[in-house]
């Protein structure tokens, strides 16, 4: 992995640009979050102090810094998905899940996640899963997701 | 210099005349009008604009509060500050209202209490009373970040002020802030203490009481101390602080910004070490050796006798071991009464000291101006002299290249570096600003690196420097007085009558320790217990830096004053070196100012005591003689690696008897070059065995990328009976 992040690392005129891509790259090694040897791993990688890795890592929101499960149900709330239905939405994936937003299924298999915007204004309630957009989702949609991602399993 | 273009600026109807460019914040302050700020702090780089408090207006800029901090005076600004404007006004109010809404009521319970920024700025800005009903938020309080510092995240305010320090500073990259908005906090690595050579220095950065020094926790309120200016003594920086003190016991030391010497950082060896001056070892009453009872604790006109009694045997066979840790008026008072009073000329220090680099001298801030720097020698430059690393760190950062070489063999990069054909000699002659450092052992006191600077032409450009970076706090005007105090010279004794060990450094020196195995008599003058208490057959008590009165010379050759900060529990040493020296028909004054007196008429040009000043300026250059190149060394034969030891920043006696510093002391390591890493199979963090005839280390790798192949580094206290030559091999 170290490896890798250094290829990534060389497209940049300096090495510590590439801390973006490098956590991301850290983070699908250990399985959709970052645990605090990641932040060693790649602060060996690009001549940087863990803490600094966390301190970026920790500013945004594609960084998980708890174990997350093995899908990944994201779902905007911001105003113009929340005009059209997200609390319904959200709701609903609530009670197919049995979690609220933030927390994984008892077996590890989904974590539901509130957003902020994800760029599809048009086509709200926009719903992440596993990092491909659904839009738009509604209320009634979500046993369908919930059940492909159950089948998927 | 060119002079800068000056620029008429506008603030609440006054004007004033500032050179372009001059920040907004001191522009107004020009004008006699406060700006209130927070964040902002030129040391730390551009301004960032974070916390808001210094929202002016600004006519002809967009019609909102503009962050007087990030702009600088242009010609014909008009700008309204809270005083004029009610644009400003308001959106001041907001700002500290908005900050408040978290801040706890502290203030009775909080250490920064009456000299707090947040406070201050409270009290006489912002709407006075406050509408925040609500609950604030509230963390686990205050968290240990290290045994020294302590973090109270309700207090923080988010100015990233320490953060800044840490990145862009310190540049060791441990503190940070984490999560964004909101639940931004303060934090380090997962449990990792801030560890770190200057981390205490964010404890004095912090605008409010969030970071605070752990020991000085409910030590003292801001009217009951008292402050004493005075500098470190605890290594060739000499970095200006000040001390502070109640009911005659030093409480803490704070940085007092001398801007050509240490820019108002401190490290945290000279901020934290002050505990050792209440070390449970401390000797306070002279010990003398009686048959059969060992050392037993005897008055001092016993002691002072005593002394007498030994000197006369010695009947002029005397060794005087120095520390480099005495005042110069110590070391004269000592030179005195050994060289005037006994014939004794005989002095060994723990190092060479030579006056080589004084014709190239420069103060320690140009070295942040400058274009190319070499360091040469074995010690890494931060272990030596911290503040230098700082001053390097800055080079860096303003463009210049900062090259480690010599690593194993200064001489050998001297005399390379001055050949005809060295591509970095080269580099050196061309530069306009080129800076030379000799940091180690070896270095003939700066004899070789200034050899080194004449033959590349240093001699003709006036920003040029050379510095040569003792081990020795004082060691420079050690020897100065030293040598002052007579002319006359003598045969070194042998056999040794008797050896005078003045200081716990030179007890602790194995080199003295081996001296006073052939001495018939040892006189020892230590703090501690701990440091000559084996083998002395009288000790008398010395003191600390911080309890003396005196001055001295740092690495630039900067005379510098020290002052009493709290009386020590015993005489101090100037007070028995006078009464001793009358014995010998020798005149010493007790006080410091009249032995200064008369030195300085030797030395120091008559410079009066009174004139060193609180911010002692530095001499210019002094010519030296011929400067003769280095002979070459030997080179050790045989396979494996040299060994290079290093004494760490945070060691020695003062160290040792401070807890809170216990975990800053070295880790047991060996550095290692990557080829040699390469070359024998060795990856960072393994564990590895160092072995020399018969001894052998578990030590912890370490790779170092300025270190040159066929060197492993290891810190003193860990390479212990090692060798020379070393065998490194994994575990
Ligand atoms: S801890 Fe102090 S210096 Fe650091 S961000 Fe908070 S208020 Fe500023
Ligand atoms: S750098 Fe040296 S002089 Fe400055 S505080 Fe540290 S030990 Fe003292
Ligand atoms: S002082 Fe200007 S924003 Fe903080």
């Not at chain 2, 290249?401 to 194993?408: L, M, N, Q, W």
């Not at chain 2, 450009?461 to 040569?468: A, H, R, T």
């Not at chain 2, 300085?600 to 410079?607: N, P, Q, T, V």
Request: with cysteine; net charge negative.
């Amino acid at each position: 992995m170290i490896d890798e992040i250094r290829r990534v690392a060389e497209q940049y005129p300096v090495a510590r640009s590439a801390i973006l891509p490098a956590l991301r790259i850290a983070q699908e090694r250990h399985g959709g979050w970052l645990p605090p040897e990641a932040f060693e791993e790649v602060g060996e990688a690009l001549d940087l102090t863990p803490a600094y890795c966390k301190a970026v890592a920790s500013f945004y929101d594609m960084f998980h810094l708890e174990p997350v499960g093995r899908h990944l149900v994201e779902l905007c709330t911001n105003v113009s998905c929340a005009l059209v239905g997200a609390q319904q939405v959200l709701e609903a994936f609530e009670e197919e899940l049995g979690v609220r937003p933030g927390e994984t299924t008892e077996d590890g298999a989904v974590t539901l996640r509130t957003i902020e915007c994800a760029g599809g204004c048009g086509w709200g309630t926009v719903v992440v899963v596993d990092h491909r957009y659904r839009e738009p989702v509604r209320a009634e949609d979500v046993p369908g997701i919930v059940q492909e991602l159950r089948d998927a399993d | 210099m060119s002079v800068p273009e000056l620029v008429t600026v506008s603030v609440d109807g006054r004007e004033v005349q500032v050179p372009k460019g001059t920040g907004l914040v001191e522009t107004a302050l020009a004008a006699g009008i406060e700006i209130p700020v927070f964040c902002y702090e030129p040391r730390l780089g551009p301004a960032i604009g974070a916390c808001r408090m210094c929202l002016v207006e600004v006519e002809g800029m967009p019609p909102k509060p503009q962050a007087a901090c990030t702009l600088t005076a242009q010609d014909g600004m008009v700008v309204k500050t809270a005083l004029t404007s009610q644009l400003a006004r308001n959106a001041q109010n907001a700002t500290l209202e908005f900050i408040l809404v978290n801040h706890p009521l502290d203030c009775p319970v909080c250490d920064k209490g009456g000299e707090c920024p947040l406070q201050d700025l409270t009290f006489r800005f912002g709407p006075g009373r406050t509408r925040m009903t609500f609950p604030k938020r509230t963390f686990d309080k205050p968290i240990p970040i290290s045994p020294t510092i302590s973090l109270d995240r309700e207090r923080c305010i988010l100015c990233y002020r320490c953060t800044r320090f840490s990145e862009s500073v310190a540049e060791d990259g441990e503190l940070v802030a984490v999560n964004r908005g909101a639940q931004s906090m303060i934090a380090t690595f997962e449990d990792e203490p801030y560890r770190g050579r200057f981390s205490g220095n964010v404890t004095e950065l912090c605008p409010v009481g969030a970071l605070l020094p752990t020991t000085y926790r409910f030590e003292a309120r801001p009217w009951e101390i008292q402050t004493v200016p005075t500098v470190c003594g605890l290594c060739p920086v000499g970095c200006n602080v000040n001390v502070t003190t109640r009911e005659g016991k030093v409480k803490r030391v704070l940085s007092r910004n001398h801007p050509d010497v240490d820019g108002g950082w401190i490290c945290d060896k000279g901020r934290f070490a002050f505990g050792h001056l209440g070390a449970r070892d401390r000797i306070v009453d002279p010990l003398r050796r009686q048959r059969r009872r060992g050392l037993q604790p005897a008055g001092w006109d016993e002691a002072v006798d005593e002394a007498e009694r030994l000197l006369r045997a010695a009947q002029g066979r005397i060794v005087t071991a120095l520390s480099g840790s005495e005042t110069v008026e110590q070391a004269y008072g000592l030179a005195k009464l050994m060289r005037t009073g006994l014939g004794a000329h005989t002095a060994v220090l723990p190092e060479e000291i030579s006056d080589a680099v004084d014709g190239f001298r420069l103060p320690l801030s140009a070295i942040a101006g400058a274009e190319l720097i070499v360091v040469v020698g074995d010690d890494p430059v931060e272990e030596r002299a911290p503040i230098v690393d700082l001053w390097l760190r800055a080079a860096r950062r303003n463009g210049a290249e900062v090259v480690t070489t010599g690593v194993g063999g200064g001489a050998k990069a001297c005399r390379q570096l001055a050949g005809e054909d060295d591509e970095l000699g080269r580099r050196l002659r061309e530069s306009d600003r080129p800076v030379l450092i000799w940091s180690g052992s070896g270095g003939a006191g700066g004899a070789h690196v200034a050899a080194c600077a004449e033959r590349l032409g240093f001699g003709s450009k006036p920003d040029s420097g050379v510095f040569y970076l003792p081990l020795t706090p004082n060691g420079r005007g050690v020897v100065e007085a030293w040598s002052a105090a007579s002319d006359d010279e003598g045969p070194d004794p042998d056999p040794i009558g008797l050896l005078f060990v003045s200081g716990d450094e030179a007890a602790s020196d194995p080199s003295v320790r081996s001296l006073a195995e052939r001495a018939d008599a040892v006189i020892a003058t230590t703090m501690f217990q701990g440091s000559a208490v084996g083998w002395a057959d009288l000790v008398l008590p010395g003191t600390s830096y911080l309890e003396r009165d005196g001055t001295f010379v740092n690495l630039e050759g900067r005379l510098q004053r020290l002052r009493r900060a709290v009386v020590p529990p015993t005489p101090d040493e100037l007070a028995w070196i006078s009464q001793l020296a009358g014995r010998f028909g020798v005149e010493v004054s007790p006080y410091p100012s009249v032995v200064f007196g008369e030195l300085s008429e030797r030395i120091f040009g008559g410079l009066p005591y009174g004139e060193v000043g609180e911010r002692a300026a530095l001499r210019g250059r002094e010519p030296t003689g011929e400067l003769r190149a280095p002979a070459p060394a030997a080179t050790p034969k045989g396979r494996g690696l040299r060994l290079v030891r290093y004494r760490p920043l945070f060691s020695g006696a003062a160290v040792e008897r401070v807890p809170e510093l216990a975990f800053q002391r070295p880790a047991a390591e060996v550095q290692l070059s990557p080829q040699d890493a390469r070359r024998l199979r060795i990856k960072a963090g393994d564990e590895v065995d160092v072995r020399s005839n018969g001894t052998s280390r578990r030590l912890r790798a370490r790779i170092d990328k300025g270190l040159v192949a066929g060197v492993a580094r290891i810190a003193d206290e860990h390479a212990e009976e090692l060798q020379a030559t070393v065998e490194v091999a994994r575990a």
